[in-house]
């Protein structure tokens, strides 16, 4: 489905579904996964784990910059991103959505975010994932980041929500 096709879906929810708000930009690396762990707790609600009608997946005027969203696969290395902020598909120039995690993220990485989606899923709760992997130009990068669960319309939880960060070592 695409970005689009979740746009539209958007618009057609109800009034209670929930939208992710526009955040200045500017906010230093641990905001960014906390403003996306928090718009997540809010947007579950009552339930165990939010929607994503409720998340507002699709709302252009949201701050996406530096969340994803991921298509879950039983061999998670094989999972897709559905939705990636600008400066994530930048980073890992990413050519277009719909690649996997290991066709886009560096060898290094993949292992961890493969992981923190399988606990994610698993869990049915937020994991936190931080630490460092070499990037091509073989600088150290600091990165830190958050998979949460996400369902679809239906009660599968098959999706994972999150947010990236990261920095050059010193």
Known sequence: MSLQNFKDLNETASAEAETMPVQPAGHDERRATGRAGSNWQAARGAADVPSLISLGVGDMTADWSNRFL???DEDMPHAVFIACGDTLQSEWQMERLGETLEDSLPVELCSRFAEGCRRSLEEGCPVPVE???RNEANHEVLFRCVMMPVRA??????FVYGAYSHRLAA
Do not use: L
Not at 153 to 158: C, P
């Open 131 to 133: 630490g460092s992997y």
């Open 70 to 72: 991921i298509r879950g």
């Open 153 to 158: 319309m239906n009660d599968a939880v098959e």
